[in-house]
């Protein structure tokens, strides 16, 4: 018997998870790169080459990361690498991602919800800025911030989307 754990609706790579956990429980001796392509054509169609990059570039960096910390479900703070750089490195990739599938609505929602991953570890990176408040005379020193509100707008959106298409009919 084998046991499986770890697959959810749209998490990060959820489906490319679950994919490779199935293919490798029937066969383990399949080749990941060949996994690896045809997930990402199939999935995302002309979107691959780019969510392909961010797949790979995700993975580089947690290699790569040189601090101990671990980032998983239960941290409250973003990983070390996901700097200002990457976000916006995520953002034009996505970008051009969704204008490779915009005719194609299924793999045009694949992206979208793959991008909803990075939009809220950006929103999470600016949390620690809303949780704090204080007391000044002169507010207009200290203006909000309205930089993230589009993005923020976008997720939940799409998360009300999301629980919409739940629903059973």
Same mark, same amino acid.
Request: hydrophobic fraction near 40%.
């Given at each position: ?68 910390s671990y980032y998983g479900?239960?941290?409250?703070? %973003? =990983? ?7 976000? &916006? ?5 996505? *970008? #051009? $991602? /969704? ?43 200290? %203006? =909000? ?7 923020? &707008? ?5 998360? *009300? #989307? $999301? /629980? ?6």
């Amino acid at each position: 018997y084998i046991f499986e754990e770890g697959g959810s609706a749209h998490g990060d790579f959820a489906e490319l998870k679950t994919y490779l956990l199935a293919k490798w429980m029937w066969n383990p001796d399949l080749d990941e790169k060949t996994l690896l392509d045809r997930f990402f054509v199939g999935y995302y169609g002309k979107a691959a080459p780019f969510m392909r990059a961010y797949f790979e570039k995700c993975r580089a960096c947690a290699r790569e990361q040189t601090s101990k910390s671990y980032y998983g479900i239960f941290n409250e703070n %973003p =990983p070390d690498w996901y700097t200002s750089e990457f976000v &916006r490195w995520t953002r034009d990739l996505f *970008a #051009q $991602a /969704k204008a490779a599938v915009r005719n194609d609505p299924v793999r045009l929602e694949n992206v979208e919800y793959a991008e909803l991953v990075p939009m809220v570890v950006e929103l999470d990176r600016h949390a620690e800025k809303a949780k704090c408040f204080f007391v000044t005379r002169d507010p207009a020193k200290f %203006p =909000p911030r309205t930089d993230l509100d589009a993005d923020y &707008r976008e997720v939940m959106e799409m998360v *009300a #989307q $999301a /629980k919409k298409d739940r629903e059973p009919i």
